[in-house]
Structures are given as structure tokens and as C-alpha cells.
């Protein structure tokens, strides 16, 4: 299994227990307990344990042995690969989507719905407060916390996995501290994804190619390199014309400091039908390269207008919606720390309502890290659309535009 796999499986894991696990807490109690991971016919079995606000756990996930080590109290999750002799450290509060993972999908359901205290029962043992979690009226999760532990005991989705969590043989006592640490001798894993990406041998002379101001046309062919300077307020759109019989692959990739923000193959072939599109902000990249791998075409470039504006927390960016195309946007952190951004429309000064646009929960953007970036397409909903700033401080680049017109 690769490791890059393995890492995206477990989180998901991770933040399962976190969610499932600390959520009604109230004591800090001692045990060790087996755990029982019940999905319809498959049934997993694992270890844990449990001091004050940390727990481990010890259990298998596709033949791989692995540790959890969640601290509560320092909001930090470990997760640990016996194998490769690796770890890592993931914030707790780190909810980025693992899509085609269903344990990332209960994550994702639980923490858009409402929980609440719904009667008291005894699991195992022990009194326990039970708590569900609605979504739309429906009941999609439970959970029984046993209130001697401050823990949860039990655990059931509500849906066609038939998916349950249980402890038994729990034995209170104390626990030693090793329990929780990393083994020695392990290395810390480090994301290749977060790492600067690679110049490529191309781009090793760059600083000689041309630098064209749109709007042009250039022919190109293989190994040829043009540069665009990236422009406040507009979004550069590159079309190819005349396209040699033989195939002919060319990108249009942003770089910043003379290095490609993502790996070339993140971004599109230009075709003879479709043209590319890019809306990084100044603060995102300093530049727009061009470049052609193989084949000949002319490229056909201009600009796209946009409105632009930088915004710190407590500000707002108002966009007034216009026609009926979707809305593009584009925006980057610009803080030295988080930012978390707020959507909301209105109509003749008055918001829409969660009914027509969904809890705010839904509609609330984190960008963790310096430099992060969010580049989505929005629907065109009242006559005005707006982002309010509630922390850090953000870039934001918005327009309209006809993606089927060159």
C-alpha cells in the first residue's frame, strides 16, 4: 500500500475517533478497552486506551498495523505506521474531505448536523447519556456516553452500512504513559504535496523567455516558452488557434519566484475547442508561463476583467451578480496564520435565508496555511454576493464570464 494512500485513509480514521470519541466528555477517566468496528458483515477489532484528555489505539486497516495517538487537550493527532516506521502529525481540527472514504463521509454528515441529549440507557454496564445527530429531521447518528468514563461506549450510523462502534472488556485503571508516545526510533512523514514543486529542466532558463502583454497572438511550437505577467483584477484567458495536424500538448501553468505553484500535470492541455482559464491573484503568483511540449499552434491570449480586492477580518467583499452565468472565484491567505471566510447572498438588501442557501456551516471556507488558495465556481442566487472575512486576511478575486465564448 502506498503511503501516500495509507495517510489519506487514516485520516479519515483519525478524525472518526476525534469526532465520535471526545464529543460529550466530562471526566478525566483511565481504562483500557477492545474495540469493535462493525460495518454490516465485516467486523474489525482493535485496542484502547484512555488517560485524562489523550487516547491510543492500536488497530489494523488494510493489513497495516498502525497507532492513533489523539491529544485532546493540544488538539493533535498522531497517526503511526508500524511498518514504514513513520508518523504523522495531523491539527484536530483539520476537516479537509477524503472523498471516496466513507469514514471522511461520516465526518462530513455529522459535523453538518444538530446533536443533542436524547434519553439515558445502560451499554454494557455502564449508565450512559445517549446523544443523536439530526440532519433535515433525520436521525443519521447516535452515540452512548457512560458517564463514570466521560465516553463514549457505543456508537451507530443510521444507514445502509449498518455501521456500529463498541467497547467491552473495559478495565479502569491506570495507564502507563508509553501508551501514548511514539515509538523510538520513528521519522516524521512530511507530505510530498507540501513541499516547493520541483523546477522543471524546461523552466531552467526561463528568466531569458519573452514576456508578452495581452492581448497577442504567438506562434509556438515545441520547447517554446512565453511569460505573462500576472494583472490586478484580471484573469488571463489562453485559446489555441491553428493547431498542427499532429498532436500538440501545451500548459499554461501560474509560477511564483521562478517555480511552478503545482505539478504540470495538475493543469490542462490547451486544445484547437476549449481554451484555459486561470484567476490567480498577485499575491498567488507573479507569473503565467506558457509551454508548449510537443506540436506547433498559434496561442491567442487576453485578459478577462474581475474585480479584486484584498480584505482582513471583520471586512466584507460585495459582488453584485449580474446575468445569469455562475460566478468564478479565486482566493488566497494572505495572513501570516488562519483565515476563515463567511458566503452570503442577498436580495434588494435583504439575506437570503438558510432555506434557499443552507446553514452557514456550509458556507464557511478555513484556509489554514500562508498562501493557501480556493478556487471554485459559484451559482448565481439574489442580486448580490458577498464574502465576510472572520479571521485573517484574504485576497479575493470574483467576475463573470461566458465559458463557452472565447
Known amino acids: 500500500m502506498g503511503r ?62 498502525l497507532q492513533i495517538i489523539v491529544d485532546n487537550e493540544q488538539k493533535k493527532t498522531v497517526v503511526v505506521i508500524m511498518s514504514a516506521k513513520e508518523f504523522r502529525e495531523i491539527p484536530s481540527d483539520d476537516m479537509m474531505s477524503v472523498m471516496n472514504d466513507p469514514f471522511q463521509g461520516y465526518i462530513y454528515t455529522a459535523s453538518m448536523g444538530e446533536e443533542k441529549k436524547t434519553g439515558t440507557e445502560t451499554v454494557n454496564g455502564y449508565e450512559c447519556d445517549k446523544f443523536t445527530v439530526t440532519m433535515q429531521g433525520t436521525v443519521v447518528v447516535s452515540k452512548w456516553v457512560a ?24 478495565t479502569e485503571g491506570p495507564i502507563d504513559d508509553a501508551k501514548f508516545n511514539i515509538p523510538e526510533g520513528f521519522t516524521k512523514w512530511i507530505d510530498p504535496e507540501s513541499l516547493p514543486v520541483e523546477i522543471p529542466a524546461w523552466a531552467s532558463g526561463i528568466e531569458t523567455a519573452p514576456v508578452l502583454v495581452p492581448p497577442f497572438e504567438q506562434a509556438m511550437t515545441a520547447g517554446d516558452i512565453i511569460r505573462i505577467k500576472v494583472a490586478p483584477g484580471k484573469s488571463l484567458k489562453v485559446q489555441s488557434k491553428n493547431a498542427s495536424d499532429t498532436e500538440t500538448v501545451a500548459r499554461v501553468i501560474p509560477f511564483k519566484d521562478g517555480r511552478p505553484l503545482k505539478k504540470e500535470k495538475d493543469y490542462y492541455n490547451l486544445t484547437g475547442t476549449l481554451y484555459s482559464v486561470r484567476h490567480e491573484t498577485p499575491a498567488a503568483a ?36 449580474e446575468g445569469w452565468d455562475n460566478i468564478s472565484t479565486f482566493m488566497v491567505n494572505i495572513s501570516d496564520g488562519e483565515s476563515v471566510v463567511t458566503i452570503h447572498y442577498f ?30 465556481t459559484l451559482s448565481t442566487k ?25
Request: avoid cysteine.
Open 382 to 406: 439574489g442580486d448580490e454576493l458577498v464574502y465576510k472575512v472572520e479571521k485573517g486576511k484574504i485576497q479575493v478575486k470574483m467576475g463573470q464570464y461566458d465559458s463557452f465564448e472565447f
Open 147 to 170: 458517564r463514570k468514563l466521560g465516553f463514549p461506549v457505543k456508537i451507530v450510523a443510521h444507514d445502509d452500512r449498518g455501521w456500529v462502534i463498541e467497547l467491552s472488556n473495559i
Open 4 to 65: 501516500n494512500k495509507s495517510f489519506g485513509r487514516l485520516r479519515a480514521i483519525a478524525f472518526l475517533f476525534i469526532l465520535a470519541f471526545f464529543a460529550g466528555r466530562t471526566t478525566a477517566a483511565e481504562f483500557s478497552a477492545d474495540m469493535t468496528d462493525t460495518q454490516g458483515e465485516k467486523i474489525k477489532k482493535s485496542k484502547l486506551y484512555v488517560k485524562g484528555t489523550k487516547y491510543s489505539m492500536f488497530l489494523e486497516e488494510s493489513g497495516e498495523q
Open 286 to 321: 507573479d507569473e503565467f508561463v506558457v509551454y508548449v511540449y510537443k506540436g506547433s499552434f498559434t496561442a491567442t491570449a487576453k485578459w478577462q476583467e474581475m474585480t479584486e480586492m484584498d480584505v482582513a477580518a471583520g471586512g466584507e467583499f460585495r459582488y453584485k451578480i
Open 347 to 376: 436580495k434588494e438588501g435583504l439575506p437570503l435565508s438558510e432555506d434557499e442557501i443552507g446553514p452557514v456551516k456550509w458556507r464557511t471556507i478555513t484556509l489554514k496555511d500562508p498562501n493557501e488558495t480556493d478556487n471554485r
